[in-house]
């Protein structure tokens, strides 16, 4: 094999030379032949000491040479169009565009080379691994989803808008994207229970109920005022649905990995560069980039395949769900089975009440800035009152809690035959038009 000399090789030789030393006693001293000395002792009397650092070899023409100008004009545009779009998602582009089939397509290791050739590419900051427990392995699809909500950002023509994001942890579907309006100039609210619902019954729609669901500690999914917290309305609602609400540990935010590293990846493939005419608009953008994303975007976690390429029967649950259906489906055995297993503390007040979930009761008895004891009785559906010394001083039936007032607005234009919007649409309303959209030959009028 032949060898090439460094450039530590050949200021060795030049020094050696100059010092006196003969070719032959160069080439004996470092290895190489007296041809090779000589040829680096004349590169220095003709070019001087800049002549060391002349390499010869096959030209270099830079990345994506060898590929044909349209390929290479297309993902400058595709780059400048879409800033947030990065090697593997700009390969997957050309992999499905029509007018590439069967042509040579460059990897995104060339690509990625490319752009940072053109000045196109991102700086990234060297990552470090943060200390976490091993999480749970997640085995089937649909087993366990992740829903978070992002913050909260400004697009233009369409308002200040939050995406909430639902993902699968063992395939890494993504679910659903869903735009929540919060404000035309600034946030003037937060995504609230309702916006929820509307999130979950659209991806229960489309994929199926799954066994669980994990979510952090915002105030939707727990009471964060009570150091003694009554699920919320949201949690109740999905125990009926038989789908367990979880928590990821507090200030924890490596047990939403999945979900916190979407927040990104939906930033980059929608929202960065791009602009929409209306919230209709973002919103089935999202809709129809979540077909790509699953479908023809690599994962590297799956073995460099879109996550339905890898798990192509991960399109359904096997448990099915339909807004028409919902509150058949509810079962509020599960709540009440829920309930017997929760312990709450409560302080009266002077006049003898307490709240728990929203409700206040009234004991009826001179209890006043008493501390309660309060567990549930699935039976008769009572909340079972005792004092500090473990009396039983009042039994309260459980207010606030039917199949109604778990389903919000939803219930009432599900009892409806025919029912009609009014213009100007509200933010329920809205709400109400895309579950519709969901019913396959419904005879609701929107």
């Known amino acids: 094999m032949n060898r090439r000399t ?21 080439a004996a001293a470092t290895g190489w032949c007296e041809g090779t000395v000589y040829k680096w002792r004349r590169r220095v009397r003709t070019q001087g000491r800049a002549g060391l650092g002349t390499t010869y070899g096959r030209r270099k023409w830079g990345a994506m040479s060898n590929c044909s100008a349209a390929i290479t004009w297309q993902v400058q545009a595709w780059r400048r169009a879409h800033p947030g779009w990065g090697p593997k998602t700009l390969h997957a582009e050309l992999k499905r565009t029509a007018a590439f089939t069967g042509k040579k397509l460059p990897s995104p290791a060339v690509i990625g080379r490319f752009l940072k050739e053109q000045g196109l590419s991102r700086s990234y900051e060297h990552h470090s691994r943060l200390p976490e427990p091993q999480p749970e ?13 992002r913050g909260h950002s400004y697009v233009p023509e369409v308002g200040v808008i939050a995406l909430v994001h639902l993902n699968d942890c063992a395939t890494h579907l993504r679910l659903l994207s869903y735009p929540v309006w919060l404000g035309a100039q600034r946030a003037q609210r937060h995504p609230d229970t309702a916006d929820y619902q509307t999130v979950l019954r659209l991806a229960f729609s489309d994929w199926g109920l799954p066994e669980r669901l994990q979510v952090d500690h915002d105030s939707v999914f727990v009471d964060n005022s009570s150091k003694s917290p009554f699920p919320t309305r949201l949690h109740l609602w999905l125990v009926a649905l038989g789908v367990p609400l979880v928590f990821s540990r507090p200030v924890r935010p490596t047990d939403q990995g999945l979900t916190e590293r979407s927040h990104q990846l939906w930033e980059a493939q929608c929202l960065q560069g791009q602009t929409f005419a209306s919230w209709e608009d973002l919103y089935w953008a999202l809709h129809k980039r979540r077909d790509f994303l699953n479908h023809d975007l690599p994962c590297a976690s799956l073995n460099h395949q879109p996550p339905l390429v890898a798990f192509p029967h991960a399109g359904f649950s096997g448990r099915p769900y339909r807004p028409e259906w919902e509150a058949d489906l509810l079962d509020l055995t599960r709540v009440w089975t829920y309930l017997a297993q929760g312990h709450w503390f409560r302080q009266t007040s002077k006049d003898t009440t307490f709240s728990l979930g929203g409700q206040v009761y009234y004991l009826g008895q001179p209890y006043h800035h008493s501390q309660l004891d309060i567990t549930f009785d699935p039976t008769d559906c009572l909340l079972l009152c005792h004092d500090q010394a473990g009396y039983l001083v009042a039994c309260c039936p459980i207010q606030g809690l039917s199949i109604e007032t778990l389903m919000g607005d939803l219930f009432a234009y599900t009892r409806l035959p025919v029912f009609q919007l009014a213009l100007p649409f509200s933010r329920s309303d809205l709400h109400l038009a895309r579950l519709f959209e969901t019913i396959p030959q419904s005879s609701i009028e929107i």
Do not use: F
């Open 137 to 149: 392995e997640m085995k089937c699809p649909h087993q366990v989803w992740q829903m978070d909500a």
């Open 6 to 26: 460094s450039l530590e090789d050949r200021v060795e030789i030049i020094e050696m030379a100059e010092a006196g030393k003969t070719d032959k006693e160069i």
